[in-house]
């Protein structure tokens, strides 16, 4: 009697455990079987350049902190923050001493803890960069690594045996010129580094770098972070066997050969550690972001997982290479991220690109080309992904001469390649001395562009950039169409307009972009979408020639948007 009794009680635990588990699961739903990253709007933060709150010059937690009311108002769910960890900043952050607490440059542990806070009583998720690939020299596991060939941490980086005298073991390149092999003398041995010299590789073929990687997220979500954006994932494992890599014509930027990277780039265990890791991220109800180079459809589908059991939103970097304003390219990589089965991930910018005003503008009608991108990636199905000061029409700002590069890889490719300084400059908030960023002359010069384009300014232009991208995700956020209808492509054959529904139950929106310079007339017959006698209300639209009443014609100015509802 006694031991049904413990059974029972077991079983009724049991029960109470699943069914806590299960209502868990569901409460991380919408009313229409969305995460809440599906609905989110992410924003990247460069921390060095967003706000500086004790005028040192450097961006800091605090002052991304101070401006939380502007994100909010702006319409952003959730903040990527670029690495802030302790570093010697060799790639500003990238390369990592201690990946469980806070540059002081930009603050401390509490500072974090404290913006978290406030972010989340804002409604707003703070996702943090993790370098999953690397570390610095200077973190306590390398330089035990460094210390002996017996050492605990030896194998925790990937140490190998010169091939002949003062040649390294192999062929492999490093990203940012020259060798990805750097010879120790004190051990005898060479390290590799797929970046710079201060940016040596873990070994994740060793399960105790594992452990200790997936510890490093577990303490962050105990701090608050709702997800990761993983840093070169592509290039956690390398060939056992070093084999060397494939050659090609010609020379790149930094004068080495062109090399394929066959044996030290997207080899298949990385996908047996990503579904590791999407556990870890699944227990915390987290989202994962891959910084996922991919060259067609079918690499971007590996990346989600066979049971979209990898990463979340791996980045379709292969829309950002649509450098043009061209519909056929758009509509092509548009149905590329439709098909592989995974929610799709819309980027067009970030801090290792030219800015996307300059790509895509032409010099002379940017503001509108700016609007018009905008117009598109914030309205197609799936998640955005803006970059900072993208808002406001930010554009690069180059350094002309090598003395001023602060970036390794433009120190290293100078002239030829200058670097990622550019997109990294500071935000521009008004238009007083260093754009509002700083008292001090900041770490990067702002451009001459912070007197037109600052937030300041463009909150007082009903007609400015940054006021379209706030109406634009207002409506993202209320309108069902545009939060969980399909894409249907519209017009296809048409080479100056892309145009799209948005359709959802009974609901439509259609959205009818001219990425030309000369007025377009866009004619629609949607009563194979549902709609016999379309009619359209507009949303929101740039153009002066909006329809009115029934929907069989459209006229666009050069470069203009129209967002309208669609009803029979």
Avoid at 147 to 154: L, Y
Avoid at 272 to 299: C, F, H, M, P, Q
Avoid at 303 to 328: I, R, W
Avoid at 378 to 407: A, F, S
Wanted: glycine residues 8%.
């Amino acid at each position: 009697m006694l031991r049904n009794l413990r059974l029972l009680a077991l079983l009724i635990v049991s029960a109470c455990v699943s069914t806590s588990f299960s209502q868990a699961q569901t409460r991380t739903l919408d009313s229409e079987g969305h995460q809440w990253w599906q609905n989110a709007v992410f924003y990247e933060i460069y921390p060095r350049s967003f706000a500086d709150s004790n005028n040192d010059g450097i961006g800091d937690l605090k002052g991304i902190d101070s401006k939380l009311d502007y994100l909010k108002d702006l319409g952003v769910d959730a903040l990527w923050i670029s690495p802030c960890y302790p570093s010697p900043q060799v790639d500003f952050g990238y390369d990592v001493s201690d990946y469980e607490n806070i540059d002081p440059m930009y603050g401390t542990l509490k500072d974090f803890e404290h913006l978290a806070r406030d972010a989340k009583k804002h409604d707003i998720r703070i996702i943090m960069d993790f370098v999953l690939n690397h570390t610095s020299p200077q973190h306590k596991w390398f330089l035990d690594s460094a210390s002996s060939r017996t050492s605990a941490h030896r194998d925790w980086y990937i140490w190998r045996d010169s091939k002949a005298p003062g040649v390294p073991p192999n062929n492999w390149l490093s990203g940012f010129g020259g060798s990805a092999w750097q010879f120790d003398p004190k051990t005898g041995q060479y390290y590799y580094h797929f970046f710079a010299i201060g940016q040596p590789d873990l070994n994740w073929r060793n399960p105790a770098v594992e452990k200790a990687m997936f510890d490093v997220t577990r303490f962050w979500y105990k701090h608050g972070v709702s997800g990761f954006r993983l840093d070169a994932v592509d290039l956690l494992f390398e060939d056992p066997d070093l084999h060397d890599n494939p050659l090609l014509e010609g020379k790149n930027e930094f004068g080495d050969a062109n090399m394929q990277n066959k044996y030290n780039d997207k080899l298949p265990e990385v996908h047996t550690e990503l579904k590791k890791l999407r556990k870890v991220a699944d227990e915390n109800n987290a989202v994962l972001i891959g910084e996922t180079y991919t060259s067609n459809r079918d690499e971007l589908k590996e990346y989600y997982g066979d049971h979209n059991d990898e990463v979340q939103m791996p980045m379709d970097f292969m829309f950002c290479t649509v450098d043009k304003l061209s519909p056929a390219e758009f509509r092509t990589q548009i149905a590329n991220a439709e098909s592989t089965g995974g929610w799709p991930v819309y980027v067009i910018g970030n801090h290792d690109m030219p800015r996307s005003y300059e790509r895509y503008g032409d010099g002379k009608h940017n503001d509108q080309i700016a609007k018009l991108m905008a117009g598109m990636y914030l309205t197609l199905r799936g998640t955005p992904i803006m970059y900072y000061g993208e808002e406001l029409g930010m554009e690069n700002n180059d350094p002309t001469r090598k003395e001023d590069v602060k970036d390794p890889i433009g120190i290293a490719g100078w002239p030829k390649e200058k670097g990622r300084d550019g997109e990294r400059t500071p935000m521009q908030w008004n238009d007083s001395p260093n754009a509002g960023f700083s008292q001090t002359t900041p770490w990067l010069p702002v451009p001459a562009s912070y007197k037109t384009h600052n937030v300041s300014g463009e909150l007082a232009d009903p007609a400015s950039v940054l006021q379209f991208y706030r109406h634009l995700l207002a409506l993202r956020h209320q309108d069902h169409a545009l939060l969980y209808g399909d894409y249907v492509a519209l017009n296809q054959d048409n080479p100056n307009v892309l145009s799209y529904l948005r359709r959802y139950k009974d609901e439509a929106v259609i959205v009818v972009l001219n990425m030309s310079a000369t007025a377009q007339q866009v004619s629609f017959d949607l009563s194979g979408e549902g709609f016999p006698s379309a009619k359209a209300t507009t949303l929101l639209t740039t153009s002066t020639g909006a329809p009115g009443g029934q929907l069989n014609q459209v006229a666009l100015d050069p470069f203009a948007v129209y967002i309208g509802k669609v009803s029979r």
